[in-house]
């Protein structure tokens, strides 16, 4: 291995004795990072996960350095845990911080993005929401929609912004659409409804942006068919929807008529 901290361009503070003393003996701190990032991501927990991605990077800079070294020496360097799990959490690091910034992204729900929407209060409705919640997404199951899958969440309309839960539908095929299904009490009051999103990548983001003045423009040009399964799913999860209001609005013994009111609509294609 090199001595990256003899180097002058280096960072002076990776060079001091207490991070050489890391990185010659951190194998039970990377094990334990690695359970904790494991940990995090089965209960959804995105932001913590890419915090510790980030601090798998950290405290494997000198291996990082070293990889290429590593890669080309690899069958005479002597095998044990140490170097395996060094491998292992630069890998896993790489995966947690892409995946907790694709997830990170999903949680913020701007106007920019939205390119559909949808609402109806139910009056007296407050304190139904959970139930709304859990009703749509097990109609939404049982509707068994291809490639559809379902995620109840907090989303912000920034990063520091407040938190609302909502029940959120995505397709594996079409990453970049997002249906977000929301239910809160307002008051006395249930105020239910929907937003469909599309979040493009930051490169096709700012290519649309700069090409057509629109940032999502390039996203929404889909070919036929893509545009007909897109409609699909979200006809099919409103309708979910709008069935798990009907039967709260018939238990409240109010009229569910006004769940059909085209004015309700803001349309995209």
Known sequence: MHDWYMR??????????AMQEIARNDT?????????????????????????????????????LDLPMVILQFPYIPKDYHLFIKIVSIFVGIW??????????????DNERVIDSYNYMVENGAGREQWVFDTTEQLIKDAHMPGVYTEQKDVTPGFLGEKRKFLVIRHRRYKEYHMFIGARSFGE?????????????????????????????????????????????????????????QMLLEGLQLDPSGLNDPQAYLQSW
């Not at 690695?34 to 959804?44: A, E, H, S």
């Not at 947690?96 to 729900?109: A, D, H, N, P, Y």
């Not at 090409?211 to 007909?228: C, E, I």
């Open 28 to 64: 039970i701190l990377l094990s334990l990072m690695l359970f904790g990032l494991i940990l995090v991501f089965y209960f959804k927990q995105y932001i913590p996960l890419l915090f510790l991605s980030i601090l798998l990077f950290f405290f494997n800079i000198f291996t990082i």
């Open 8 to 17: 002058p361009w280096f960072p002076e503070f990776l060079g001091t004795p």
């Open 96 to 109: 947690g911080f892409f995946r907790g910034i694709k997830e990170v992204k999903t949680m913020v729900l």
């Open 189 to 245: 009051h249930l105020d239910g409804g929907w937003f469909v999103t599309v979040e493009p990548s930051f490169f096709k983001r700012h290519v649309s942006k700069h090409a057509t003045g629109n940032p999502t423009a390039l996203s929404q040009n889909l070919d036929f068919f893509s545009q007909q399964d897109i409609k699909a799913f979200q006809a099919v999860s409103h309708n979910c929807f709008k069935r798990a209001l």
